[in-house]
């Protein structure tokens, strides 16, 4: 059975960081693009970063480029989102999510299938 698992969520001022964690089990990630979705308060969930399933090519929404950074271990088989200098419109569930297909590259929410329940961020004034 495939799983995804979240962690390292929580409660921070703005301009901390945190270190989100996603540990799979059931699937091998290094064949695997993995992304990180959120959703915030009111809003659909959206697009956060993504990594190839090489690990060669990330992508990242405008909002967070230069302050969030999408890493993955294979070693560990998880993938992280490191996040720094966070602000209030960064308060989100994060989920983090495998791609349909193995060897595929795509930033679309609907070419993931598996989803982690999510770790709560809230960033605060």
């Known amino acids: 059975q495939f799983q995804l698992v979240e962690s390292g969520g929580g409660m921070v001022q703005t301009g901390g960081s945190l270190r989100l964690s996603c540990a799979a089990s059931?699937?091998?990630?290094?064949?695997?693009?993995m992304g990180w979705f959120r959703r915030a308060p009111g809003k659909e969930r959206e697009f956060v970063a993504v990594?190839?399933?090489?690990?060669?090519?990330?992508l990242y929404t405008d909002s967070v480029k230069d302050r969030f950074t999408v890493s993955k271990d294979n070693a560990k088989n998880t993938v992280y989102l490191e996040m720094n200098s966070l602000k209030p419109d960064d308060t989100a569930v994060y989920y983090c999510?495998?791609?349909?297909?193995?060897?595929?590259?795509?930033?679309?929410?609907?070419?993931?299938?598996?989803w982690g329940q999510g770790t709560q961020v809230t960033v605060t004034s």
């Open positions: 990594i190839s399933w090489s690990g060669t090519s990330t």
């Open positions: 059931g699937r091998n990630i290094s064949v695997y693009t």
């Open positions: 999510a495998c791609h349909r297909a193995s060897h595929y590259y795509t930033a679309n929410q609907y070419d993931f299938g598996s």
